[in-house]
């Protein structure tokens, strides 16, 4: 008990809680009534700071990795575990994930349910729709704001970016892009989720080298999955009907 009490008082900043609680006046009982406070008092500043953490990632859904339907028709990597990618070692690691496949797989939903997990877990995550990204850094350029824009965002340890490929980018928004993506590698962690095969990613980018160098950087410590099969939301939309 006073080996739990003594590192909680250092987790909690609480320098003299401690000396207090083990002095010889305080009766065992009451030792574990502070023990209880102060374990209290923890879980309700764990549980704050990862709803800090969730409002400012800027998710599109609440999906947690608890709810996630997972199916046989997402293509693991062969030396990868579902264990080993919800553990969010890939994070400490600096590595990336990337997600291929048909829109309505679960790509977004697994990114986000991996995005809430590392929230959870004290984690700074951002998640952007790719275009939203890039008009956000448009705009940031115009205001002349660029550069803190980016350290922003550079500032977390998680980026996702959703639906990379829907729409072509035009050359200043891919250059802009580019130079983010550029800026985490080695050093923070991406997740992107897209429909197009990396032969594709021409179409986005519309740039052969400007695409060759950012492919190059993203798969360098990368885990790549595929997803196929019908759309989920497809398919539940007909279920619905016939119902």
Same mark, same amino acid.
């Given at each position: ?18 000396? #207090?609680?083990?002095?010889?006046? &305080? ?33 599109? =859904? !609440?999906?947690?990795?608890?709810? #996630?339907? *997972? ?5 693991? @990597? ?16 600096k590595e990336n994930l990337i997600f &291929?496949?048909? @829109? ?23 998640? #952007?729709?790719?275009? !939203?990204?890039? +008009? ?16 922003? &965002? ?5 980026? &996702? ?6 729409? @072509? ?15 985490? #590698? ?13 032969? =594709? *990613? ?13 492919? +190059? ?13 019908? =759309? ?12």
């Amino acid at each position: 008990m006073n080996e739990e009490l003594k590192s909680l008082c250092k987790r909690l900043r609480l320098a003299y809680i401690h000396d #207090y609680a083990t002095q010889q006046v &305080i009766t065992e009982h009451e030792q574990r009534i502070i023990l209880e406070c102060l374990r209290h008092e923890q879980e309700e500043r764990e549980t704050a700071k990862a709803n800090r953490l969730v409002k400012q990632a800027g998710f599109h =859904s !609440d999906k947690h990795l608890k709810n #996630y339907v *997972w199916h046989n028709q997402i293509g693991f @990597p062969s030396y990868l575990t579902k264990e080993e990618l919800v553990s969010l070692d890939f994070i400490e690691k600096k590595e990336n994930l990337i997600f &291929i496949g048909t @829109p309505g797989t679960g790509k977004t939903s697994l990114a986000t349910g991996l995005g809430l997990e590392a929230c959870l877990q004290g984690k700074q995550v951002r998640f #952007y729709r790719v275009l !939203d990204l890039v +008009d956000k850094l448009l705009r940031a350029t115009k205001k002349g704001t660029l550069e803190r824009t980016r350290k922003s &965002i550079q500032n977390c340890d998680l980026l &996702i970016l959703d639906e990379l490929g829907y729409l @072509p980018l035009e050359q200043e928004g891919a250059e802009l892009l580019f130079h983010l993506i550029s800026d985490f #590698y080695e050093r923070k962690s991406l997740i992107i989720t897209t429909n197009l095969e990396f032969s =594709s *990613w021409n179409k986005v980018f519309q740039d052969p080298r400007l695409t060759s160098a950012l492919v +190059d950087r993203l798969i360098h410590h990368a885990h790549i999955f595929s997803f196929s099969g019908e =759309s989920y939301r497809f398919t539940n939309a007909l279920s619905t009907r016939k119902l």
